[in-house]
């Protein structure tokens, strides 16, 4: 009996390697996350915190003051909505142009001989050994009005006045499509790569042309890629700061920049926090899906080994 | 033979449904298959026997269409299907690996054949029943791949490859993802669905027991050639070289001069036996020419008494004796120091006072056990 209680008492190995990540997770997800939530529900203050205190504690009564002010704003002033809804426009549509750029990519990668797919796939990889800041003001330097695209057309002759592409959301996607690209490619490419070619033997030898082994085999099969690529292109995209503000216009509404806006211009971190939360929970829809997936091809690939 | 150049002029000769002529493959600088001829004829079943690396399995992707040919002419049916694509081909093939689709259940994949080539959905429907009933799967379709034993994933890949009522089936090393203990069960139960449907089919295999069950006719293949084509039977008892003699079954190699030359019998001296080797069929060799004669372990007669022929003996003692179950197999060291191998049935071992270990013996065989082998 004394035996048995005391190995209750030692955790076993499993647990204590999850132990860890969650621990890592709690001190700095959950808690930071606990914190904004916090912010979110109090209100605008002049002093040192810029919020009012949630929980207060005077005259033998402990009040509790939840200011919805925040989200109230988020639900009434169109701006929020439309600046959720373009930011989702913007993400998703990065994403579908990710996904047409980046299939053939992976593709025609995954299928080359060893040698040159390691020289490609580090070629893929090889941006991000500069920051991403400089890689994005690269692309002002091409896009502007004086820029070299502007330049090297008007050289040509193809074009007679400047096109202006710099501060509109056309500069935004291509700053976007390109920073994110990489993230699409690298899970399709590993999903690509370990296919079983001789189901695609086994599919011409039952009548299928090429194309249509393409279409009934390879897209289905590396639909887990697909996915995984494109979640990881859309949840970052859609709180994307640094691009839409380097690149877009003033009128480019993204949550990343009204975000910096409340925070560092206006001083209303309840506002800030209150954005912050609602996209939060704009996010783990996708992320919920996301996971889901991801859990359903493990299952599926243990499955496949018994 | 010439008029194969021709396929409009040729008729679909029923010995020569499937006619390999003069295929040789190349990959860079490594000859994979030099200049392969083949006759197989309609609904047989026949066999590429050979090591890993000897161009058997080149020589099915070439008949599939997975590879191209560098030169030379593959007709099937009367039809030069050289350059034809695999998808247009009326060949089917069953995997090494199955290769099925993971993603689509049994039906689905049995299906996929038949939707490629634009089948109506109900016939496709019969069809693939048909083709499940006939492999005992129907029960399974629903499943996925994943979700079956190696041995019904097999059945799953030979009803694939069976629905299109291709004029030519292909099996890669058909066995060899299943254990030991069901192979040559279902060795039997394939040749029955082949039989049954009535298909000409060309396996490839390493195992020679797997060939001599289950193939009508087999072809010995070695660094891209074919050494031998005939029936088990045939090239079982009259292998044509050392090496197929060795690589079918196992044997007993004498190595001696041809002494004594005639038409249908010749005479071979050598140092390993008492008695000159006598063997029943003529050879092409001339005189005092150096050959080897085979002799199968189960030919050999092991008695403690000295035979009275003038030939095919010799003297020696038992160094060891293998217990197999349905036979022994003995171990006889000849004065000369060579070891003779002999196979002798248990019942006749029970019925008889068999010889032990280290007691002298007398091996012996009759003239028509022994083939001379040219190479």
Redesign the interface.
Known sequence: MTRWSWRRLVPSQRTLAIVPPFVWLALFLLVPFLLVLKISFADLNFGIPPYTPLATFENETLGLSIHLTGYIRLFTDSLYLATYLNSVKMALITTVFCVLIGYPMAYYIARSSPRVRNLLMLAVILPFWTSLLLRVYAWVGLLRNDGLLNKFLLSLGVISSPLEIYRTDLAVYIGMVYAYLPFFILPLYANLVKMDLRLLEAAYDLGARPWQAFWRITIPLSRPGIIAGAMLVFIPAVGEYVIPELLGGADTLMMGRVMWNEFFNNADWPMAAAVTCVMVMLLLVPLALFQYNQVKTIEHGAKGRT | MNDSRHPAQQAADPAEFVRVSDVVKIFGDTVAVRSVNLSVRRNEIFALLGSSGCGKSTLLRML???EEVTSGQILLDGEDITNV????RP???M?Q?Y?????MSVEANVA??LK??GVPAAEIHDRVFEALDLVQMAGYSRRKP??LSGGQQQRVALA??LV?RPKLLLLDEPMSALDKQIRQKTQIELVRILEQVGVTCILVTHDQEEAMTMAHRLAVMTDGQIVQCGTPQDVYAFPNSRFVAGFIGSTNLFTGTIVVDEPDRVAIESDDLHRPLLVNHGVSEPLGMQVHVSIRPERVVVTRTPPTAAHNWGHGIVSHMAWMGSYALYQIRLDAGKVVEASIPSLQLAQTDAPGIDEEVFVSWDADSATVLAS
Do not use: D, W
């Open positions: 599939a269409g997975f694509p695999p998808y247009r060949v089917n093939m995997f690996s290769a099925l689709f993971p993603h996929f054949g490629q080539e994943q979700q694939r490859s299109k």
